[in-house]
T-cell receptor
Framework: DAGVIQSPRHEVTEMGQEVTLRCKPISGHDYLFWYRQTMMRGLELLIYFNNNVPIDDSGMPEDRFSAKMPNASFSTLKIQPSEPRDSAVYFC????????????????FGDGTRLSIL | AQSVAQPEDQVNVAEGNPLTVKCTYSVSGNPYLFWYVQYPNRGLQFLLKYITGDNLVKGSYGFEAEFNKSQTSFHLKKPSALVSDSALYFCAWADYGQNFVFGPGTRLSVLP
């Protein structure tokens, strides 16, 4: 079974440029999450969607960051303009909805995009 | 605020010995708890979860975790460590809306 697919795996660009990260969730999953991982801050939730609708974007650092989910099989995270402090590994994850009785479902992660802003 | 803590940044264990990676939680309501593992240059991989029921949860790769309500802990264990278990381990708590709160991670090194 195909897991969560992220592209590109690596991105190196100069500050000020626009960066677009892409994610294809697991088919049938209702939730999609974007995370950022750094040594200093660990794993941070940026935004998550349920049925393509953004539910919580309180983790988005600032207006330079935006995320969209135009359909159930695709999401983008965009940084414009990019800055060196945005350098990190960005993960996308997806999950099913909670089960009957409230049992939470595990999130399934892609292998991330390693972003370097020079 | 809901949180999970992993009190050890680093755990070292000899191959073949039992291992424990600690997690404590501070949440209101039902504690839905998870363990994940991250290998270098990879995303997090699900190991196991506790929802309700048996306090001892068995997961992937021979790992298990013990839920202890009185100590508010959910420690990850394995009877015999392998060098290939060396990785970063994350404990997480999930709310009703599938939002996960991850701990800071514990780096496990299994020495040959």
């Amino acid at each position: 079974d195909a897991g969560v697919i992220q592209s590109p795996r690596h991105e190196v660009t100069e500050m000020g440029q626009e960066v677009t990260l892409r994610c294809k969730p697991i088919s049938g999953h209702d939730y999609l999450f974007w995370y950022r991982q750094t040594m200093m801050r660990g794993l941070e939730l940026l935004i998550y969607f349920n049925n393509n609708v953004p539910i919580d974007d309180s983790g988005m650092p600032e207006d330079r960051f935006s995320a969209k989910m135009p359909n159930a099989s695709f999401s983008t995270l965009k940084i414009q303009p990019s800055e060196p402090r945005d350098s990190a590994v960005y993960f996308c994850a997806s999950s099913l909805a909670p089960g009957v009785g409230g049992g939470n479902q595990p999130q399934h992660f892609g292998d991330g995009t390693r972003l370097s802003i020079l | 605020a809901q949180s999970v803590a992993q009190p050890e940044d680093q755990v070292n264990v000899a191959e073949g010995n039992p291992l424990t990676v600690k997690c404590t939680y501070s949440v209101s309501g039902n504690p839905y708890l998870f363990w994940y593992v991250q290998y270098p240059n990879r995303g997090l991989q699900f190991l196991l979860k506790y929802i309700t029921g048996d306090n001892l949860v068995k997961g992937s790769y021979g790992f298990e975790a013990e839920f202890n309500k009185s100590q508010t802990s959910f420690h990850l264990k394995k009877p015999s460590a392998l060098v290939s278990d060396s990785a970063l381990y994350f404990c997480a708590w999930a709310d009703y809306g599938q939002n996960f709160v991850f701990g800071p991670g514990t780096r496990l090194s299994v020495l040959p």
